[in-house]
């Protein structure tokens, strides 16, 4: 039985972000039409190695949209108004306001998700772009990049494929409104920048108001990855203790005394220095023995994912995460999540284009529009048992768009972010102080429960009785030591879903290994394609966190589609690495399907030539401007506005090849040209040429911009430790919300004890007051 089991998608889209996010939705179950012109989805002739298709569709294109259909055609011919009539949702990216405004008229009751750049208003929406100039708008790029040296892209187009996962989830939320509350009709108008600068920039903008500064905005994590006798290794040592783990295991243990390499952002003036420290170990080892030694240290680690090595993975071999493509000429990953133990159907064959014109019979579904109250999953309630970044970014999805959120911590273990606070431990309180923790909890309610002691397992079991979804991101082995496993679970509430977020799944041979984003990011081949040529890769500075997030977000709300079908829960199972490998999915299908091996190429990229970021302001100056010239006629303007020079008339330069054969040369005749320019006003010339630029917006100021706003992204929260606060919302507008997505604060630690195990968990005051007299519930961590 489908998840999705009478859903019908028309999709309207092209590229990346709107055919991922129908991917997502066919992957469901859901039957999904895909609208195309008389020349196709331009990805249909997309290769980023530039390799031959020899006339057949790419092997992106076919991973992108396998088991769709495919008509030809617009929103306005008969063939198509038919299809819209008899469909559920929506996904657009290519209707002009008067298409759109058109069928929202004519179909009151269909859901419509728009996606676009900018977001369609704002005084931004029309701006020339590509996702190299969001990425630098979006505070992603400053961040990124040795110290001397320019910063620096992530490779792989991520903001993309993210936006693309956000614009499924809220397809999911339009869908379950629907399905549960009779609420149709809703517009939902999803922007990549928004996306993107949610997920790519770690809250710098909130952790520079909760420090007072506005300094230091690149840092390079160190270890991350490093050389091995035999290739490259990567390390996260996201916690104190790990990092002292890692001095042990490098055997320098002397280095637990020096405050200059313990303390993260002092080790930043010594990274060279530290750097030979880390290499004088691991290059007398290979890969495999560095991963052994550190998986039982329990310091989070992992072999260097490249375009030839990532299918081969042990892990991933065992678990049979990657599959054959339909055409049989490539292997992909599979869907990334398992429902009841079931990873879903082999893929099926991407559509010919106009396959399936005129052999498309959906009934209309008629009604007229509902009355939505902006809220798709009001009357929804999470148990939520997760921590760190991951977990949290998709529980908060769900209380964003309505859901009551209860967030369990223990006063024995806090959630981890917490302990990355902008406050020094003198300063009462200082727990409460964390960034990503601020950002990613808001609009949640939260308590404290040991669950290592029967009266907190039993008080959340009796959460559990009144909850829609239970969800975790622990290790594998914590949920089974609490004794909390499904049959435990089902016993409390047959009809719950329990969703499980293991670092790598539930078995195989990394099952009980520790990851986070940057694990994932090493593993996966996203690290292989950032960085510079030169130098060692870089991790992304953690949007596979969200990455994740977003994607159990999709994977439960299509479980419990099925559940409520069935009248009891389901077992959700969503590895964070495969998740990851979806958005990672490029470097494999090039290899596998053409050889081809993409990798870092600093600034540089397959799309546009030139693109680079070049220094501004006054020599020495951390001032930057990304350009990004895409088509002839961008070349052609920006030749007319640095003054038409005699270099940049050779007739090679005419060609997209030929301006990519002499990308350096181009380069310096640009980086001399923006030399000692202001950015802003530079990359504002650039624009109203129609060329894609942006300043190099440092990662504090990402959220201060018109096109913000005037779109009220950013949401001003009061706190009754910290104040005012400005944290992004959603990355998107829908037509029935006016309110703020967050109408709460981030919970301080145990915040609503009473409130919620009297209200929801049903105890009494005295039963309540035993259990804090007894240390189960509490409000300040344990051990300070």
Not at 85 to 93: I, K, N, P, W
Request: charged share 20%; with cysteine; hydrophobic share 40%.
């Amino acid at each position: 039985m489908p998840l999705l089991r009478d859903c019908r998608v028309v999709d309207i889209t092209a590229g990346i972000t709107g055919p991922y996010a129908t991917k997502l939705l066919a992957d469901a179950g859901a039957d999904v039409v895909k609208v195309e012109t008389s020349g196709g989805d331009e990805f249909r002739r997309w290769s980023a190695s530039g390799a031959d298709l020899r006339g057949g569709d790419s092997a992106l294109f076919q991973f992108l949209n396998a088991g769709k259909r495919s008509v030809t055609g617009s929103a306005a011919d008969p063939g198509i108004r038919r299809l819209l009539a008899g469909a559920d949702l929506l996904v657009e990216s290519r209707l002009g306001d008067d298409e759109l405004d058109a069928v929202r008229a004519a179909y009151p009751g269909l859901d419509v998700v728009s996606v676009s750049p900018f977001g369609r208003s704002g005084p931004w929406r029309d701006r020339p772009w590509t996702e190299f100039t969001l990425q630098a708008l979006a505070g992603s790029t400053a961040v990124r990049g040795l110290p001397g040296r320019p910063p620096v892209h992530a490779g792989g187009r991520l903001g993309e494929w993210i936006a693309g996962t956000y614009a499924a989830v809220t397809a999911m939320a339009l869908r379950t409104a629907a399905r549960r509350r009779g609420q149709g009709g809703e517009h939902a108008d999803v922007s990549v920048l928004e996306c993107m600068s949610i997920a790519m920039s770690l809250y710098s903008p909130l952790a520079a108001s909760l420090s007072g500064t506005r300094t230091g905005t690149r840092i390079v994590e160190i270890p991350s990855v490093e050389r091995s006798a035999d290739g490259w290794v990567g390390f996260c040592t996201i916690t104190g203790q790990m990092f002292q783990d890692f001095l042990v295991m490098i055997d320098r243990a002397d280095l637990l005394d020096d405050p200059g390499i313990i303390d993260p952002k002092l080790r930043q003036a010594r990274y060279e220095e530290f750097q030979k420290v880390i290499e004088a170990w691991t290059t007398t080892l290979p890969t495999a023995a560095i991963e052994e030694i550190a998986s039982a240290m329990r310091i989070p680690v992992s072999p260097l994912g490249t375009p030839s090595t990532v299918a081969e993975n042990e892990h991933f071999v065992a678990r049979g995460v990657f599959l054959r493509n339909a055409s049989g000429g490539f292997r992909q990953p599979r869907r990334p999540y398992l429902v009841d133990g079931d990873a879903g159907p082999a893929p099926r064959p991407a559509p010919r284009l106009g396959e399936h014109d005129g052999r498309i019979g959906w009934a209309p579904r008629g009604g007229t529009r509902a009355r939505p109250d902006g809220q798709p999953l009001g009357g929804l309630r999470v148990v939520d048992l997760t921590g760190f970044w991951a977990g949290p970014s998709g529980t908060q999805v769900f209380a964003a768009f309505g859901a009551d959120v209860i967030k369990v911590e223990s006063t024995q273990r806090p959630d981890g972010m917490r302990f990355t606070s902008t406050r020094p431990p003198t300063v009462d309180g200082w727990w409460e102080w964390g960034a990503v923790f601020q950002g990613a909890n808001a609009g949640k309610r939260g308590i404290t429960l040991d669950l290592t002691r029967p009266e907190g397992r039993e008080t959340l079991l009796a959460l559990v009785a009144r909850a829609d979804v239970l969800v975790e991101n622990y290790s594998p082995r914590v949920l089974d030591n609490f004794g909390i496993t499904w049959d435990v679970v089902s016993a409390a509430n047959p009809r719950v879903t329990l969703v499980r977020m293991p670092a790598f799944g539930l078995d195989g041979p990394w099952r009980d290994r520790t990851g986070f984003a940057q694990t994932m990011e090493q593993a996966t081949g996203l690290s292989w394609m950032t960085g510079y040529p030169d130098a060692a890769p870089m991790v992304l500075k953690g949007p596979c966190d969200p990455v994740a997030g977003l994607h159990a977000v999709v994977a439960t709300l299509a479980a419990l589609e099925r559940a409520d079908a069935q009248g009891r829960g389901a077992f959700v199972e969503v590895p964070m690495v495969e998740t990851a490998l979806n958005v990672a999915a490029e470097v494999v299908i090039e290899y596998e399907a053409y050889g081809a091996e993409i990798m870092r190429a600093g600034n540089h990229g397959p799309v546009s030539a030139p693109q680079n970021i070049y220094q501004c302001g006054d020599p020495g100056a951390d001032e930057w401007v990304a350009l990004a010239i895409a088509t002839d006629e961008q070349w052609a303007a920006l030749r007319a506005v640095i003054g038409d020079p005699a270099w940049a008339s050779e007739p090679e330069l005419a060609s997209a090849a030929g301006r990519r054969r002499a990308h350096d040369e181009i380069d310096a005749r640009i980086a001399a040209y923006c030399a000692g320019r202001d950015p802003a006003q530079l990359a504002e010339s650039l624009l109203s040429a129609g060329i894609p630029a942006a300043r190099v917006v440092p990662a504090a100021e990402a959220l201060d911009n018109p096109q913000f706003a005037e779109r009220g992204f950013a949401e001003r929260i009061e706190h009754p430790l910290l104040g005012s606060q400005q944290l992004p919302g959603l990355p998107l507008r829908m037509a029935s919300r006016r309110e703020p997505w967050f109408s709460r604060p981030a919970p301080m630690l145990g915040q609503h004890n009473d409130e919620v195990l009297g209200a929801v968990a049903g105890l009494s005051p005295a039963r309540i007051a035993e259990l804090r007299g007894a240390g189960i519930v509490g409000q300040r961590p344990d051990n300070l």
